[in-house]
């Protein structure tokens, strides 16, 4: 249990190594930059010809060029970031795709739906199992698996395989938290609401009704900013949820308590 006496609350990852998938843009980037500001050493994995190397030279970090579907290469990434800095103390498997060919179950053909499922639940499988294999050996270590809000809530806006695929990374964020606990390890699955990233506004930018149709069901009534899915993750990385795992944590501005939203 942590003593919150002793935390300095600008310090509080100072001396972990943390290892961000998905990390040179969105909620990653902005995550790799809160992890480095409040202490830990950052390792980025991305795709070769992202921005990643400058991102992580930016906060004095790591860049591994990453393929997060190929295991070799997933398996590099943490034993690389355990071979320069001596520990994995932190997982953010948080790489993620939703292209426009995913979309109803009526027009989503299997390609598509398969390289979701790739990028987005496989990746998060392979990603949990090589940096167990680091914190079991230390016995302590906390993975925060990016899952979504609609793992727990249907959409009629349906993005098929994406949605299947974070309720996949849910549940497997779920039964390793379980498994894992006794063995001074946490594993919770960060749920999101809609983020001003990116992905998300080329999403909308074609589709500005669809854009307006989700919006309405925000308690808050704007997208978050990825600065404040970062300090969510922070906060699960660090020992003030030290008694957190298995979670479902939702981030979502109250769409998940919302039947009627305010005018």
């Known amino acids: 249990m942590a003593d919150i006496t002793r935390i300095d609350l600008t310090q509080r990852l100072a001396g972990k190594v943390a290892v961000v998938t998905g990390g040179a843009s969105g909620i990653g980037l902005a995550t ?9 050493r950052v390792v ?3 795709l070769p010809g992202s921005p990643g190397a400058e991102m992580a030279a930016s906060v004095d970090g790591l860049f591994v060029p990453t393929d ?9 990434l943490f034993d ?6 001596g520990s994995v103390d932190i997982a953010f498997n948080n790489a993620g795709i939703s292209p426009p060919d995913d979309d109803s179950i009526e027009t989503t053909e299997l390609p598509a739906w398969q390289k979701v499922q790739d990028v987005n639940l496989k990746s998060v ?3 949990s199992r090589a940096a167990l294999r680091h914190m079991v050996k230390q016995q302590r270590g906390s993975i925060i698996n990016t899952a ?4 727990v809530l249907g959409s009629a806006t349906s993005q098929i395989s994406y949605t299947a695929s974070k309720g996949g990374v849910l549940a497997m964020s779920r039964e390793l938290g379980v498994q894992f606990a006794r063995q001074g390890i946490r594993v919770n699955a960060l749920c999101p609401g809609p983020v001003n990233t990116p992905l998300l506004q080329e999403l909308f930018a074609k589709d500005p009704e669809r854009a307006q149709r989700r919006l309405v069901h ?10 404040e899915l970062a300090a969510a993750v922070a906060f699960l990385a660090s020992d003030d949820s030290s008694f957190i795992t298995g979670s479902t944590f939702l981030v979502d501005g109250g769409i998940s308590s919302a039947y009627v939203t305010p005018l």
Not at 32 to 40: D, I, Y
Not at 68 to 76: G, K, L, M, P, Y
Not at 218 to 227: C, K, L, S, T, Y
């Open 148 to 151: 979504s809000f609609v793992a």
């Open 44 to 46: 980025i994995g991305d």
């Open 125 to 127: 499988y392979l990603c």
């Open 80 to 85: 690389t970031a355990a071979s320069t800095y």
């Open 68 to 76: 997060v579907t190929d295991e070799a290469q997933v398996d590099n």
């Open 218 to 227: 925000i308690p808050v009534g704007r997208f978050a900013e990825p600065e």
């Open 32 to 40: 790799v930059r809160r992890f480095a500001a409040e202490g830990a």
